[in-house]
């Protein structure tokens, strides 16, 4: 079993047995560490045997930058403070597109969370609109991240906007979470 070049994580797993028998179960656990950003979801590859012949099973791993947030609460004064500070262009990520699923507001809290970012509540002046807070720790350094999403029930759109002290995060981050809408 090996990880397909990804400089941006440490992988570390425990030594399971070479061989398993027929109809059995072996569980591996790999802890990941986060040595910088990232924007493609690591690829796990595994070899082995089987009726002799030599199988390569390559499988992509549901981890992606957002699985590193630590959750930030703060004021709505501190938001938009900080919201001002990330004011340059390279900073910011937006993206209007079309509702993929329906526009529940308790479904959308549920993904907001899911991130692993803070939803903050009663931050933004329109009560329509979801902001979140968080920075994404890597062993490197720390990268803030402030979301304003904003839905348009009659249009059936949103418009998500990511303001984060590191350009790249920003982006991949637009990008990830767009789909999730």
């Known amino acids: 079993m090996s990880l ?7 992988v570390q797993t425990k030594p399971v047995e070479p061989l398993v028998e027929a109809g059995a179960q072996i569980q591996q656990v790999l802890n990941i560490e986060c040595l910088t950003d990232f924007s493609d979801a690591p690829l796990l590859n595994i070899k082995f045997r089987y009726g002799g012949a030599l199988q390569n099973l390559t499988l992509k791993l549901p981890v992606t930058i957002n699985k590193f947030f630590q959750p ?3 004021t709505s004064h501190d938001f938009f403070q900080r919201w001002k500070q990330l004011s340059q262009p390279q900073q ?11 526009m529940d507001t ?15 509540e009663d931050v933004d002046p329109n009560p329509e609109n979801y902001v979140c807070a968080g ?3 890597t062993k490197g350094q720390q990268v803030g991240c402030l979301l304003r999403l904003e839905p348009n029930s009659q249009a059936q759109m949103y418009r998500l906007t990511l303001r984060c002290s590191k350009d790249s995060v920003s982006k991949r981050l637009c990008e ?6």
């Open 4 to 10: 397909d070049n990804q400089p941006q994580l440490n």
């Open 72 to 74: 930030t609460e703060m």
């Open 92 to 102: 910011e990520a937006q993206k209007i597109f079309k509702a993929n699923h329906g």
């Open 106 to 120: 308790e479904v959308l809290k549920a993904k907001l969370l899911g991130l692993g970012s803070a939803l903050l």
């Open 135 to 137: 920075v994404i720790q």
């Open 176 to 181: 990830l979470l767009a789909e999730q809408f």
